[in-house]
């Protein structure tokens, strides 16, 4: 099953308990990272650059349903208000 992806309008909601916030996710990336040493060889990443992400499985820590997530608008995000009222017109 394919994993949606994340934007800045949405975010994950598993569709059997409801769950808006716990989940966990494995993923594969590919990136590239700015190590800074210091002077005793103890290294700090100071920058990560994206550059493949796979998300491969979402499990929601609430009822341990896996891959059962779904996109829905986040608060107060662009157009999530045009949703409602839609929503609010088919119903009235």
Do not use: Y
């Not at 002077?39 to 891959?67: F, M, Y």
């Amino acid at each position: 099953m394919t994993v949606p992806a994340l934007t800045a309008e949405t975010r994950w909601r598993c569709t059997l308990c409801g769950n808006l916030t716990r989940f966990d996710v494995t993923r594969t990336a590919r990136v590239t990272e700015f190590l800074h040493f210091d002077l005793a060889g103890e290294s700090k990443v100071e920058e990560t650059e994206v550059l493949n992400e796979t998300i491969e499985s979402v499990r929601c820590r609430w009822c341990n349903a896996v891959d059962q997530v779904e996109l829905v608008a986040r608060p107060g995000a662009e157009g999530a208000e045009a949703e409602g009222a839609e929503a609010a017109a088919e119903q009235g």
